[in-house]
């Protein structure tokens, strides 16, 4: 138990994918505008990439790998999750319109980000077992959407700040989230894994 | 089994699986969009202006058809006839739409106009009213850059050699687009069928407006004294004329008369105000230049 928390801590904080490893960042300053529309890409991107993990993780070690096709991992990751992606729209679309209002586009935007290819990657090369790729994925969720969040937040508090006129917009915004991703840092070598 | 057989089987399988599964879900999770949306989208003039409210005709098909409280006579553009339309589609009451047309309060022509600087910048009304509020020494009136006249979706706007652009009463489909994205918010949109407008936007007094142009409205109040109905007030030394009681009890325009700069004028369209006795070639002369 104690290591699957170490795992889910690690992923979501000190190893952020976002503020540490600097991945996923085109959603991280396209999403980040406004806090509702941050939460909803949160939560996305979060039951997105679990899924997607769970699968990639589940054709990796029952056809790749007794295969002998290692190589071919990315090529067969990036088929699975671009269609976990499109079905998980028709779904949500047919189920939960709420949701897809809510999520709209965004859902689509995420089958085309590194960050959620990146976790599968990752559980390859930690050589996970069901569990901990689970345990990963979620936790690099929610390290994103913890991430999105305290961005939105900052910069919706910027709007009231008085901006030099050379930095306003995405200027002032890497500023922020290397200043983020400054006192993120202060998180490592919390935890070993 | 060799490693390229190999490759091409599980590869060609993933492949036909997953196309066979979206293909499945497709049908099975697909939902039944009202087919009215898509007869009231081709209704609609497609300016894609947002006049409405909404982002872009397909916003506002889909809402007028699905919420009963949004009314069927928001496009502008489309004018009473799509009004009309959208109205029966959808099974509303259809209010009446009165025709405007977007009019630009100023008739500082290069002539009339003075120039405090010579402007060489970026041709843009947006990018010179940044560098002290334009190079005209008035500060209220049209810039003449043509930002305007970039904006308009439906091709109405042109700008003529007197530097002030000209509206196509016949292409002016009162969208707003040119109202919000002038600098010098000295475009407005008025009823067709208006008698008079002032042709000036400066909120200057008097002599301070005179001094920048020979055409300002300096505030001197004579037209609103003329005026037997009371349609006129004066607001910060410029005179507002309300169409409404124009329209409705004048026959005989009076305050035309006496105003010393001309800046109250007959309401004519589609050309530069103040240049009526070259007004049946204006407009056509200026396409041509273009």
């Known amino acids: ?193 | 089994m060799s490693t390229p057989i190999l490759i091409l089987i599980v590869l060609t399988s993933l492949g036909v699986f997953f196309g066979f599964l979206l293909a499945y879900s497709n049908k099975k999770f697909s939902i039944e969009v009202n087919p009215l949306i898509h007869i009231v989208e081709d209704v609609l003039p497609k300016g894609q202006c947002g006049a409405c409210g909404y982002a872009g005709c397909m916003a506002y098909a889909e809402a007028v058809v699905l919420n009963p409280d949004v009314a069927p006579n928001l496009c502008s553009p489309g004018k009473d006839a799509v009004a009309k339309l959208v109205a029966e589609l959808t099974g509303k009451a259809a209010a009446p739409m009165e025709p405007q047309i977007a009019q630009v309060q100023c008739a500082g022509t290069h002539d009339k106009a003075k120039r405090s600087y010579a402007y060489t910048g970026v041709e843009d009304c947006v990018a010179a009213n940044l560098l002290f509020g334009g190079p005209k020494s008035c500060k209220y009136g049209c810039l003449g850059l043509g930002t305007c006249v970039k904006s308009c979706p439906f091709d109405a706007m042109i700008m003529s050699p007197e530097g002030l652009p000209i509206i196509d009463p016949e292409k002016c489909t009162s969208c707003g687009k040119c109202v919000s994205v002038c600098p010098k918010q000295v475009i407005s949109l008025m009823p067709v069928g208006a008698r008079v407008r002032v042709n000036c936007n400066s909120k200057d007094k008097g002599a301070v407006a005179k001094k920048a142009c020979s055409v300002a409205c300096i505030g001197c109040s004579l037209c609103m004294r003329q005026c037997p109905y009371e349609a006129i007030k004066m607001v910060n030394n410029l005179a507002i004329v309300d169409a409404k009681i124009c329209e409705e009890k004048c026959s005989d325009a009076v305050c035309l008369s006496k105003c010393p700069t001309k800046a109250i004028r007959p309401f004519v369209t589609g050309i530069v105000p103040g240049t009526e006795n070259e007004a049946s070639t204006a407009l056509a002369c200026a396409s041509c230049a273009k």
């Open chain 1, 1 to 193: 138990m104690e290591e699957y928390l170490k795992l889910f801590v690690a992923s979501a904080i000190t190893n952020n994918f976002v503020l540490t490893q600097f991945l996923g960042l085109c959603i991280f300053f396209g999403v980040s505008k406004n806090l509702n529309a941050s939460i909803g890409m949160g939560m996305a991107v979060t039951s997105v990439m679990t899924l997607s993990s769970l699968l990639a993780w589940a054709a990796y070690n029952f056809i790749l790998e007794p295969l002998g096709l290692q190589p071919l991992m990315l090529i067969t990751f990036v088929v699975l999750i671009a269609s976990l992606v499109q079905l998980l729209e028709m779904i949500i679309k047919k189920h939960a319109p709420a949701l897809y209002n809510m999520w709209g586009i965004y859902l689509v935007l995420i089958a085309t980000n590194c960050i959620v290819i990146a976790v599968p990657i990752t559980n390859v090369e930690l050589h996970s077992n069901f569990l901990t790729s689970l345990v990963l994925a979620l936790g690099s969720g929610v390290g994103f959407a913890l991430a999105l969040i305290l961005m939105a937040s900052l910069r919706e508090k910027l709007q009231y700040a008085d901006v030099p006129k050379s930095l306003q917009g995405l200027g002032i915004s890497f500023i922020l989230a290397g200043m983020l991703a400054l006192s993120f840092f202060g998180f490592s070598g919390m935890i070993t894994l």
